[in-house]
Nanobody, 125 residues
Framework: QVQLVESGGGSVQIGGSLRLSCVPS????????MAWFRQVAGKQREAVAT???????IGAASIQGRFRVWRDFGTNTLYLQIDKVTPEDTATYYC???????????????????WGQGTQVTVSS
């Protein structure tokens, strides 16, 4: 059974950086697509960034110019770093992964088969 475990959440000061990790475990050696989502209470979950196993990546408009998403293929760990954070980055962040090969991992339309439990990030002064 595939499991995704996120870590790295907590409190971050405005203007600082957050870095999250997602470690997959289970029978799938390498997920074609992995992604980060975030959700604020009362709002829909939104895709923040996706990463394809060919190292291509897509970031949401809300984090353009201040994010990195990458994978350590030795450990299959997915990372997300967002710089210059603002209170609008406060959310519960979720890791997701798919099972089947696809050529691209768009922010909208990718089928996500597995989800982590989420890690809370709070940005404050």
């Amino acid at each position: 059974q595939v499991q995704l475990v996120e870590s790295g959440g907590g409190s971050v000061q405005i203007g600082g950086s957050l870095r999250l990790s997602c470690v997959p475990s289970g029978p799938i050696n390498r997920h074609p697509c992995m992604a980060w989502f975030r959700q604020v209470a009362g709002k829909q979950r939104e895709a923040v960034a996706t990463h394809h196993m060919d190292n291509s990546q897509i970031g949401a408009a809300s984090i353009q110019g201040r994010f990195r998403v990458w994978r350590d293929f030795g450990t299959n760990t997915l990372y997300l770093q967002i710089d210059k954070v603002t209170p609008e980055d406060t959310a519960t962040y979720y890791c997701a992964a798919n099972a089947n090969w696809v050529q691209y991992c768009p922010l909208q339309g990718t089928i996500w088969d597995y989800w982590g439990q989420g890690t809370q990030v709070t940005v404050s002064s």
